[in-house]
Every structure is written in structure tokens, then in C-alpha cells.
């Protein structure tokens, strides 16, 4: 087992005020400052990052605030978190919105498909697997509508079913058994069902303990080791027992640390850590020379 003095202090200081930068500019947009005003800091002017606590990304605020908070008696507001994550695109949610469609039957998808044609409806933020049903290959439109009747045909009352999966380790684990939906998605679609006061009345007991940690989250975990780049690290993968005990570590000293606090925003879960972790590597990488681009520029929208 790790020690408790396994991070570097260095990197430990680095990863807290790279966090810290990238809040004031959320904080210095909502203030409807310049953008010039928002920082100084040059890799976060030129290129995209996500912010550092993941309910105030552009897509996650707009999807609690007009898909889950105004259809929380909606029984079918399961159908309505899964498809508006895939898409996760802000303009295609707002089109579902206004035509009602988010039953998402073949009608949608023929309509969505038309749609494509001349406008993105998806998200270029994450990769989305193809999609694959009864041996025959769809476009990756179709995916919300075979995800929905997979899930029909194997639950018939969606609200019991998700008091018996009760935690996010729980909700991703059964969202991995979807059609083309692998570790990342399901658990970006557990994450949101955690928004929903339908669903979680109370904060799920693992909330503060379980993460899904991919490749972005573990080079960012490995730089805080001290490697730098992270490929030099002397494992491959971290066992579950280290892995658990090093983000929970971090969490707490980043809890402890206090710095983000003031903005407004509850304490970081292990959530943030994940999703910070992704974001740090990604800023190390420019930083150090390790590339000299990452895939979305800032437009500063």
C-alpha cells in the first residue's frame, strides 16, 4: 500500500492553483467581465478545458436546469437524462425539447438523421462507440432509441429498479450492460441521474468514495507521483486497493486545502477529483511540451 506521503508537493500545489485559475474564470464570466479580464494565464486563454466542478459545465447546467428540474414527476424523465447526455449538445437537447420527442422513437431518429445532414446534433467533446444491435450496424443517432428499448425490455418499473441500484458504482455498472455504452458513458449517465431529486432524494453513500478512473484521470494521477510524463510511472495500472486509497487521499486534501470553497459551490466529491484529474493531465501536457495542441481551442463563448 502507498504511504501517506506518496504525492509531491509540488504537483499536489500545481494540481490545487491550475483548479484554482480555472474556477475564476467561470467566476469572472458570471460577472460578466471582459474576456480579456477572465486570466493571464495563457493555456487556459488558447485552449478548452472543462471546469473544475462538473455540474457547472455549459451542457450539465443546461441539462439539470430544462430537462431534469421542470420534469421531476415525469416518469419518464430516465429517457429523457440518457438522451440528452449522449447527444450532450445544447441545441439538439433544446430540438427535443420543443418537439417532444424524447420518447425517441423511429420518427426522431429519422428526423435527427436530416438534422445531421446540416448541423452537428452530437457532442466533439467525447468519443461515442458505434453502435452495433442484433449483429446490424446503426448510425450513432439511433443510439438513444435502442438504449430506451433495451432498457424497457429488461425493467419494467424504472423507479423501483433504481432504489435496489442505489450508489453510482451501482448505476454504472448496469448502464455498462447498454448496447455500445462502455465505462466512460455509463458513467456520465450515472452522474446525472444524481442530479435528480426523483431518483436520489438523498446524496448516493459512495458519492464521496468511487470514481471512474480512465486514461485521462490516471495520467493526471500518476503525474502527482511525481511522473512526469506519466508513461514513466513503474505500473501500468494501479491495483483497485491503491487506486481507492490514493483519490480518497486526494480528496480529502483537497477538501482540507479549502481553496474552492468560497466560490459558492459545495465541497468537492470524487467526481471533481476524476473530472479535475482529466483536466490537470490535459493542462500538464501543454505546459511541459508534451504536445504542442490539445482538440478544442477556447473561443471564449
Known amino acids: 500500500m502507498l504511504n501517506n506521503n506518496t504525492f509531491k508537493n509540488e504537483h499536489l500545489l500545481e494540481f490545487f492553483e491550475c483548479a484554482v485559475r480555472r474556477q475564476a474564470i467561470y467566476n469572472r464570466r458570471l460577472l460578466n467581465l471582459p474576456k480579456d479580464e477572465w486570466t493571464d494565464d495563457p493555456i487556459f486563454k488558447e485552449w478548452r478545458f472543462c471546469n473544475v466542478f462538473r455540474r457547472l459545465d455549459k451542457v450539465t447546467d443546461y441539462i439539470c436546469k430544462y430537462v431534469i428540474e421542470p420534469n421531476e414527476d415525469n416518469p419518464d424523465l430516465w429517457k429523457m437524462i440518457i438522451t440528452s447526455r449522449f447527444f450532450s449538445r445544447i441545441e439538439t437537447i433544446q430540438f427535443l425539447i420543443n418537439n417532444k420527442w424524447f420518447s425517441f422513437g423511429v420518427t426522431m431518429a429519422n428526423h435527427l438523421g436530416l438534422r445531421s445532414l446540416h448541423q452537428p446534433i452530437m457532442t466533439s467533446a467525447f468519443i461515442l462507440n458505434p453502435l452495433t444491435y442484433n449483429g446490424k450496424r446503426y448510425h450513432k443517432y439511433w443510439t438513444p432509441y435502442f438504449l430506451i428499448k433495451d432498457i424497457k425490455e429488461k425493467i419494467t418499473d424504472f423507479d423501483k429498479w433504481l432504489l435496489i441500484n442505489t450508489t453510482i458504482n451501482d448505476l454504472t455498472e448496469q448502464f455498462k450492460q447498454l448496447p455500445s455504452t462502455a465505462g466512460f458513458m455509463a458513467y456520465e449517465y450515472a452522474t446525472d441521474f444524481t442530479y435528480s431529486k426523483r431518483y436520489f432524494s438523498n446524496p448516493p453513500k459512495d458519492e464521496m468514495t468511487y470514481g471512474n478512473f480512465t486514461i485521462g484521470s490516471l495520467r493526471g494521477l500518476k ?20 487506486l481507492k486509497y490514493l483519490t480518497i487521499n486526494l480528496l480529502h486534501i483537497w477538501n482540507d486545502y479549502n481553496l474552492l470553497n468560497n466560490t459558492g459551490v459545495p465541497l468537492c466529491k470524487m467526481r471533481e477529483v476524476e473530472h479535475w484529474l482529466c483536466e490537470y493531465d490535459k493542462y500538464m501536457r501543454i505546459k511541459l511540451k508534451e504536445t504542442n495542441r490539445l482538440k478544442q481551442r477556447y473561443k471564449g463563448n
Not at 513503474?234 to 491503491?242: A, G, V
Open 223 to 242: 503525474r502527482l507521483l511525481g511522473y512526469n510524463p506519466p508513461e514513466r510511472a513503474p505500473f501500468n495500472k494501479l491495483k483497485d486497493d491503491e
